[in-house]
């Protein structure tokens, strides 16, 4: 006897140019897929904001080019795409 489950896609495509940039996303999510990504997003702003103010007190007395300012720049960066993905990911975030 063989059992088969449905397993919904957990990571629908990104829009392309073939669908016309429309994304696909699934009817609904998970409660606890959506409450992790919310929590994920609270816990990243609050990295975000420390970094930021690492990055204001760094400032003072070091050169713009300086390797822990460069350090601080990239992981705001990181920081920032990855709240924006999960924001593309989880609409409702």
């Known amino acids: 006897m063989s059992v088969h489950a449905y397993v919904a896609d957990p990571h629908p495509r990104a829009p392309s140019a073939r669908d016309g940039g429309v994304r696909v996303v699934p009817e609904q999510y998970h409660s606890a897929d959506l409450r992790q990504a ?3 997003i ?23 080019e300086h390797m822990r300012l460069r350090g601080l720049r990239v992981r705001i960066n990181e920081v920032n795409r990855l709240i924006d993905a999960l924001q593309r990911r989880f609409p409702a975030a």
């Open 42 to 64: 609270e816990l990243l702003r609050v990295e975000l904001a420390d970094l930021k103010s690492q990055q204001a007190r760094s400032l003072v007395g070091l050169r713009p």
């Open 38 to 40: 919310q929590l994920f």
